[in-house]
């Protein structure tokens, strides 16, 4: 029996959507170029949807036609040389899929490589992690719309749900995907950072505890600013070491990015586009990573100490009201960004979909999506 799809490239993010794809009933052959790999998969996760193959000409071979690859590999180099590898082994018609974080640009040109071979080609922005990737992330697909039907039962079967929708909707042309995925992160990045704005002024203004912390962001996600990110921030608060200390205070205030962030403003700059919001939180990331400078200059400048507000219910609804509007203006720069972009790459953007998808699977998913 021939499998309905493969995936190459076995990371955490591969051989979860591999064994998601697999529990929603569809046949999948798994590569990977280090081949104990592919032994070590099967030996952990057996499931009787999943074969493993040794080659790429093996793999080819086994899939039904049109063929559907997804690539789960690192971006940039490695992406382009496993295009170069199984061009000469597929045929017209067939589907290659990048599900990483593909700058949107290598994905247009990718698109029109292929195209002039006959092979289609998608950029499909994928969020929600590890956890996503095995029990339903949110797909952003971007390239030709008629292929697009060949790989949308897939899709849309391993897509979280969100009122039995699927969290997964076809964007438009070429590398409209991997944008959409992008301006996706970059309203990720304004939202993490007003959330952690919010957390300095309730603990050095207000003078709340963690618990207080932990109750007030809970509330928080009962109302309109019901979201994954403030969930996740809520619960983290009750997280202890086994000396009964606060895990949160022990993390290191150092911030990395994937690149996506900064796409995300090099974008606004080209486009003209007002991303405030997401510049702001980019540079939070980047002055957060000046860890030796910042201790040196506490040490060389005494700073009083903050006066506590004594009204904390007021300061905690001040601070309520201003996470949520300004929550809503970082999503909406990120839409207003997506606008421009669909004028300047002649793209067709419908704009609910994309919220849809938003709502989600994914990080930024949240209550005012709806």
Known sequence: MKQNI????????GSNLALNIADNGFKVAVFNRTTTVVDKMLEEHPHNNVVGRYSLQELIDGL?????????????????????????????GDIIIDGGNSFFKDTQRRYDLLLEKGI?????????????????????????????????????????????????SYTST?????????VHNGIEYGDMQLISEA???LKHLGGFSNEELQETFEEWNKGELESYLIEITANIFKVKEEDGSYLVDKIL???????????????AIDLGIDVSVITAALNGRYMSNLKEERVRAEQEFTRKPYAVVEDKERLKTIVKDALFISKIVSYAQGFKLLQAAEKEYNWTFDYSQIAKIFRGGCIIQAKILQ
């Not at 749900?161 to 699927?166: L, Y």
């Not at 070429?174 to 992008?182: D, E, L, T």
Request: hydrophobic fraction near 35%.
């Open 64 to 92: 039904e036609k049109p063929r559907k690859i997804v690539l789960m590999v690192k971006a940039g180099f490695a992406v382009d040389s496993l295009i170069e590898q199984l061009t000469p082994l597929l045929e017209k």
């Open 253 to 267: 205030d150092k911030s990395q990015q994937k690149g996506t962030g900064k796409w995300t403003n090099e974008q």
């Open 120 to 168: 289609n080609y998608f950029g499909v922005g994928v969020s929600g992690g590890e956890e996503g990737a095995r029990f339903g992330p949110a797909l952003m697909p971007g390239g030709d719309e008629k292929a697009y039907e060949e790989i949308r039962p897939i899709l849309e079967a391993i897509a979280a749900k969100v009122n039995d929708v699927p969290c997964c």
């Open 6 to 13: 493969g995936v190459i490239g076995l990371s955490v993010m």
């Open 174 to 182: 070429g590398g409209a995907g991997h944008y959409v995925k992008m």
């Open 199 to 201: 957390y300095k002024v």
